[in-house]
């Protein structure tokens, strides 16, 4: 019987933003390699995203925290153990009961942590079974410009210092990561496992016979540096490419925004969530990746790149990647510069970088690609 690896999630699978997406991609890799057991967490009362009950190979359980007395003694006891109060607040009891209980199976290959809260919660658990922690990007290298948040991300480094040293390994988003990990906890076992998209799953716009209008940005607006990109893509970009082509429109798609924001703007169009994305990129012509700030790699990046529309990004968002500028994308490295890019998108398109950028997200930004990156992982847990 093949080695069944467990992960444990205690996020709600809907695919609603980029951490979804990352839980999904490394659950679907993961599958690919043999059977997986998921634990979830139903936090909203939503359903489970099709995408993951539809995962050939994946098991899903879910999870019903308490809200009594167990909730409220490992909350002080995570708290005792120095952990931030809002990673403390999330642990449950009926996680890691699941998870031990799940872990005990006969065929259990690999263990796997599949976030941060989760890894909290399975630190106790990992000194005697092997836990593999997957990352969402190191947070701590983010430094926010207020002085409060800068407590708050001195504080998550030191949990992740912690978590990275009690891990039998760590998968990282991106090479960046990788060198962020290495300066925040010498010595702990990495893996470069790079945030991707379901490729296989997306067919690629055809190139355009005719100039667009169309400026388009997907982010999950309820993460700051999204929402403060967007504002320097409306505030700072945006007026210098309507100067020049005041047909151009900017269609917003995510989750975090209020309509009305934009209501005096009519060249801005605010989707929200938009359940089929290859529709919005359909009317595409180019994709703004516009952050100035944060960490990790942006996943709507990656899924851009398959998507085989043109994208302009900041250096931001390109760091980790390993798209290179002028040949999978259009560098903006400020805003003079990434309005240029985006009017001569505009006007002139590029077919050929396009086609690049597909190439690219088949070869290296694929669950295919992801796969191949974690099966050594999975042979040292069935070898341990």
Known sequence: ??????????????LENGRDLRTYTVVRALAQL??????????????????FVEAEGVTLHEIVPSRGA????????????????????????????VAERLARAPERGAVVAGDINAMVMLMSFARRTPVIFNTHNIESSYVPNDLRQRVQVRELALLERRVLRRA???????????????????????RYAPNVADVAGIAPEPPRG??????????????????????????????????????????????GLDPARFAAVPQVEVQGFVERLGDAYAGAAVVAVPL??????????????????PIVATPVAARGLDAVSGAHFRLGADAAGFADELVDLLER???EMAARARALAEAEYSVEALARHLAPALGAARAA
Request: with cysteine; aromatic share 8%; hydrophobic share 45%.
């Open 34 to 51: 043999g059977p997986v057991d998921m634990t979830y967490v139903s936090h909203t009362g939503q359903p489970v995203a099709p995408q």
């Open 168 to 190: 039998s390994e760590a998968w990282m988003v991106s090479r960046r990561d990788m060198d962020e990990a290495r300066r925040l906890a010498p010595g702990a076992a990495l």
């Open 70 to 97: 167990r909730r409220a003694l490992m909350y002080a006891s995570k708290l005792a153990q120095a952990m931030p109060n809002l990673v403390a607040r999330s642990c449950s009891p009926e996680v890691l009961a």
């Open 1 to 14: 019987m093949s080695a069944r690896t467990l992960f444990v999630s205690t996020y709600a699978p809907v």
């Open 292 to 309: 100035t700030e944060g960490a990790g790699t942006p996943l709507k990046f990656v899924e851009a790149l398959a998507y085989g529309v």
């Open 349 to 351: 398109g590029d077919a």
């Open 210 to 255: 005719t100039p667009g209008d169309t400026i388009m940005m997907v982010a999950d607006f309820t993460y700051f540096p999204n929402r403060s990109g967007l504002d320097w893509l409306v505030e700072q970009v945006l007026p210098a490419v309507w100067a020049r082509r005041p047909d151009a429109r900017l269609r917003l798609c995510g989750r």
